[in-house]
């Protein structure tokens, strides 16, 4: 299943990229700058000279180049290149009868995603559109990243179902943080904390202040993330028998929410500066990324997907 394999992991890192990207976007101000779609302005490729005859457009022509970018890099390379790993995944059906289901579900996310870029555009980015859309983003990362775990072959793990159980609350604070960070950032409530650790001074501040409440939701459920990471991180030093590379994955999860707690800190003390916001959001999506890994590492595929994978391996072994 070289070809699975290969086409998912390509297109975990596109996943990635554009996330990112759709960060940069955002901490520019540049989400609205294409007010139409799928068109920008009536143009399926705004030029300087087409921007410019727009009145009062209230941007510059690098805020709509990167909403453009961002959209093309969706609908172009990143859309076509799922919907032919959903392809592979039903061509390898009988290889693994998982994989056209994980397919199916990827077409399924795929389509939602693009409906969910149509509504966020057209509710003019309102915070739970954005958080909503990164979120089914991180989704469809998810299950591309199952694909590539068992197109990859790994042995069934004998040990670790306890991690992956681990992996999988830590999986799903992740997944609510970094919608939580798109909700705070979309309603302008990044700062509605100004000081850190505490919130205004206080451990728990004014909750009647809505930006306040947005912004501590965010701060509970990342230290949530945080604390379930360094509690993964100590179990797989404790645990023996952990498939290979387990606790590789999970020291590096525990190192990356230690940086991304430090990069949310700086957020709040140097007032949102547009390269650390950035980075913030690329590093917890890399996290975000670690911990689905190790959760599809440990958790058991089920009986028949293991016993397939077993005889294979168990074949290609006594052919080597």
Known sequence: ??????????????????????????TTNSGL???????????WLPLPADIAAVPNIGYAYHQVMLEWVHRLIAGVFLGPLVLILAGLTFWYRRLEPQLPVLGGLLILLLLVQGILGGVTVLDR???WSVAVHLGNALLVLTVTLRIFRIAVGWPAPVEGRGIGVLAAV?????LLAMMSA????????????ATWPLCNGEIIPDLADGGVRIHFIH?????CTGLALLVLFWRSRMTPGLPEGARSL??????????????GAL???????????????????????????????????GRGAEARLGERNGLALRSA
């Open 182 to 193: 798109a909700m705070t950032a979309k309603s302008g409530s990044s700062l509605a904390c």
């Open 267 to 301: 957020v709040i003390v140097l007032e949102v500066p547009i390269a650390n916001a950035v980075l913030h959001q690329a590093v917890g999506v890399l996290t975000f990324a670690i911990v689905t890994l190790l959760m599809w590492r440990c958790l058991p595929l």
């Open 125 to 127: 980015n309102s915070p």
């Open 33 to 43: 700058s294409c007010p139409d779609w799928p068109t920008c302005y009536g143009h």
């Open 250 to 263: 999970a020291a590096l999860a525990a190192a990356l929410v230690i940086v991304q707690i430090g990069l």
């Open 170 to 174: 830590a999986w799903g604070f992740a």
């Open 219 to 223: 701060r509970i459920l990342a230290a």
């Open 1 to 26: 299943m070289r070809p699975v394999r290969y086409t998912a992991g390509v297109a975990a890192v596109l996943i990635y990229g554009l996330i990112v990207l759709g960060a940069v976007v955002r």
